[in-house]
């Protein structure tokens, strides 16, 4: 009647879908970089091609879209993109694996992973505006891409162990990303800032 009280309808907060991609993007890249470094046998790629299908790929594509939502263009493009980045190694290593296409020669691999670190890179520069902890992942990430790249292309011409350098990049890069994830999950539950980010080289 006239004395209710009208309650205000409850407040909608959306999760931060950044963690959640970070930790897809992380994992499966230590897995990875683990056999690219030696530290696993080439063999062990058959267990990545599963986890880059899942946690790598769709993971980081539930997180793209996630941010698309949120208006966050940077998260949108980088998580949708290196999703589809472990569905481009997942299917290249399980049609190649099955005989269904023959074996890329290692120049055209070695093209497609410098073009990703081209890409990289450039997502890098965006990462001046961003926190200092997402900067320094795709710091890590371009340099560990150029360096797969020059590993593949001195396979063709036998001359380069780059590509071992590029595995324990690799496993700096993963590392830091789930670090991030980790840190940006502990701050969303304790609901303040335990861990800061740093804040970004131009504001």
Known sequence: MGNET???????????????????????????????????????????????????????????????????????????????FWWWFAFMKWTVGAGWLQTPPASAVA??????????????????????????????LWITFFFLAAGDFGYFIGTSNCGKIGGYLGLLTGIDALLVAFIEVLNATAGRVVIALGQPFIP
Do not use: D, H
């Not at 959306?14 to 046998?41: D, E």
């Not at 980081?60 to 949108?76: R, S």
């Not at 992973?113 to 795709?138: D, E, P, Q, Y």
């Open 6 to 84: 009208v309650l205000p309808p409850p407040v909608f907060k959306a999760a931060n879908p950044g963690p959640l991609g970070l930790a897809g993007f992380g994992l499966t890249t230590v897995v990875l970089s683990c056999v690219n470094a030696g530290i696993l046998p080439p063999s062990a790629v058959a267990s990545v091609v599963p986890l880059a299908f899942t946690y790598g790929g769709v993971a980081q594509l539930i997180a793209g879209a996630l941010e698309f939502k949120t208006g966050n263009t940077f998260g949108m493009v980088a998580f949708t993109s290196y999703g589809l």
């Open 111 to 140: 093209v497609t992973l410098l073009m990703w670190g081209v890409f990289t890179f450039l997502l890098w520069i965006v990462t001046f505006r961003l926190n200092k902890a997402v900067w320094s992942i795709f710091l890590l």
